[in-house]
Each structure stands twice: as C-alpha cells, then as structure tokens.
C-alpha cells in the first residue's frame, strides 16, 4: 500500500513545527480513505481466497470418501469372489473324485463285458439271438442291453440309457448285470441334474445288491449327498459303513479322506 505521501506530509508538518491547515486536513483525510479502501480491497481478496480454498477443501474430502467408499466395496468383492472361487473349486474336486470312481467302475464293467461277449461269441453257434438263455423272447441278452445302456450314457443319451438299464431289471432281474443296471440307473439321474433321485436309486442298490461291489459305490455316493446337504452325521455313518464293509474296495480309501465331510 501505498503511505509515503501521508508520512511524507506529517513529517513535513512536524517539521515546520506549525499547525496543519484545512487543505492539509483534507489532503491527509483522503489518504485515509484511499488506505481503507485499499485494505478493504485486501480483506475482500483475502475472504474470496479462503472461500475457494473451503471449496476445494471440501471438494477433495468428498472425492477422498468416495475413494474410500470404493475401495471397501472392491474388497468385499474381493472377499466374495474368493468365498465362491473356493466352493468352486471343492465342487469341482468332488466332482473329479466322482469321475475317477467312475472312470474305474465303468473300465472294471467293460473288461467283465469283454469276457462274457468272447464266451458268447464261442456259444453262438448253439444259441438263438433272438430268445437268449433265462431271458423272455425277443428281449436282448442282460450282458446287450448293459453294454448298450454304458454306451448312450457315454454319449450323454441319459433317456436311452435308462431305458436299456430298467429293461435289464425288469427282464433279468437276478442277473449278475442287475446290480450295475441299477447303479447306472442312478447315474443317469445325477448326470441329468437331478441329485434327489439319484441318491433315492443309489440308496436301492445296497439294499437290493449287499454284497456286491456295486453297493460300496452307491453307499459312497449316498454319503457324499447327505454330506452336501448339511446332513454330515448321516453322511458320516454311510461312509463308515463303505469303509467297514468294502474295506478293499477304492471307494473306502475315499471315504477315508472325506468322512468327515
């Protein structure tokens, strides 16, 4: 600001040691004014600069809230996704224990049919295909109509496959195929989605079929259903039962691994 000419003025005053005259007054008056005025000017751009120093201020907090609102929801995302990841991964690694049983028990069932299709090649001679052996006229031979059921439920034909496996149990139902028929049976069902049937036929097989292997198998695939359906102690007890009366068998050494569901 500018102050010289006032100083200047009352220095020159006091110095000629005389009173100040009306012009002197008024000369002096103005500088006042144009000081005030000045300063005026001062407070005015110095408010005006804190005001939009507040604004930016409260600006930045909000962007600063909004960042944070972000982030929190980017980790409960986070967080989800490796809940779910981590189900799907179990899901997917039941699912390849399944299929590997599987895999094994259908490899098993092949070879059995391989060998009774060879001694049926070397009877054909004295048998009649159409009427076979212990089975109703017209009706494929149980060993036929098992191969014939493996290879739709191979090519995800569920229908045609269920279709030749009940043909078998109603046509054969003593055969050493029944207890297979009956299993895939269930199969059919747990592939189509439709686990609650599926476990209702696997429950079929150790009732009808105790003492053959195929029941281990259902035993061991009914306790992985209750255990998924938050039914473990059920669970529990029907794989401990796979271990106690299949002890040999690969579906009691994955029992051992999963029995506590």
């Not at 895999?103 to 098993?108: D, E, K, S, V």
């Not at 092949?110 to 009649?128: G, I, P």
């Not at 139902?173 to 029944?178: G, I, L, Q």
Request: glycine share 6%; aromatic share 4%; hydrophobic share 35%.
């Amino acid at each position: 600001m500018k102050r010289w000419p006032l100083v200047a003025l009352t220095a020159a005053l006091a110095t000629a040691g005389c009173l100040a005259s009306k012009g002197d007054i008024r000369l002096i008056q103005d500088e006042f004014r144009a000081t005030r005025a000045q300063l005026g000017l001062v407070d005015t751009s110095i408010t005006r600069q804190n005001e939009q120093r507040r604004q930016q201020i409260a600006s930045l907090s909000a962007t600063v809230e909004r960042l944070v609102d972000s982030v929190r929801y980017l980790n409960n995302r986070l967080a989800s996704l490796q809940t779910n990841v981590g189900n799907e991964l179990s899901a997917l690694n039941d699912q390849v224990v399944r299929m590997q049983a599987l895999l094994g028990q259908t490899t098993r069932n092949l070879q059995d049919t391989r060998a009774k299709l060879d001694e049926m090649r070397e009877n054909a001679a004295s048998a009649n295909p159409t009427t076979p052996a212990g089975g109703p006229p017209g009706v494929p031979s149980a060993i036929t109509l098992l191969t014939s059921g493996i290879e739709s439920l191979t090519n995800s034909a569920f229908g045609t496959a269920r279709s030749s496996f009940e043909q078998l149990l109603t046509s054969y139902p003593n055969s050493d195929e029944a207890p297979k028929a009956q299993l895939y049976i269930g199969q059919t069902f747990e592939n189509e989605g439709n686990t609650a049937t599926a476990d209702s036929v696997y429950q079929l097989v150790p009732t009808k079929y105790p003492k053959t292997p195929e029941a281990g198998i259902a035993l061991y695939r009914h306790g992985k259903y209750l255990c998924r359906n938050n039914k473990k102690g059920e669970g529990r007890i029907a794989l401990n039962r796979v271990i106690r009366d299949f002890p040999a068998s690969d579906e009691a050494r994955l029992a051992r691994d999963v029995r506590d569901c």
